[in-house]
């Protein structure tokens, strides 16, 4: 299986995406020295004697941008068609291993990757291959994706 790009309804707003969250990981980074990792913001809201601002701006932001976007262009349909256990068990599997790793794909993938940071390689390796096992297992073996 191959992943093809349909051109006739390619815009570029997935570049646009991409440079602004590259802007504020920059942003966050060189501002303040913090590490753009949702994970890591995300679970310190769960622990309220360590939330600073920027923290919940930050997930304010992801919460209310499709929001916005939405305002402009109508929002994509999204098909959701695994089972509502097979969802519950992915969250907290995803949860479990984010925890395990010390980070999330953001973190490691986008921000320690960008400082070359070693262990950041290493989990994103790690991400991807068991990301890849995961599809090829419930999608030709399981048959359940």
Known sequence: ????IDWQTFTPISLVGGLMLGVAT?????????IAGISGIFSSLLKPKRVEMWQVLFIFGLVISPLLYGL??????IEISSSLPLLIGAGLLVGFGTRLGSGCTSGH???????????SMAATVTFMLFGIVTVYLGRHVLGLI
Do not use: E, F, T, Y
């Not at 299986?1 to 093809?4: R, T």
């Not at 993938?109 to 262990?119: D, F, M």
């Open 72 to 77: 402009v262009k109508p929002l994509p349909d």
């Open 26 to 34: 920059v942003i966050l980074l060189l501002g303040i020295g913090r």
């Open 109 to 119: 993938g986008i921000c320690g990757n960008a400082r070359l940071s070693p262990r």
């Open 1 to 4: 299986m191959s992943i093809q």
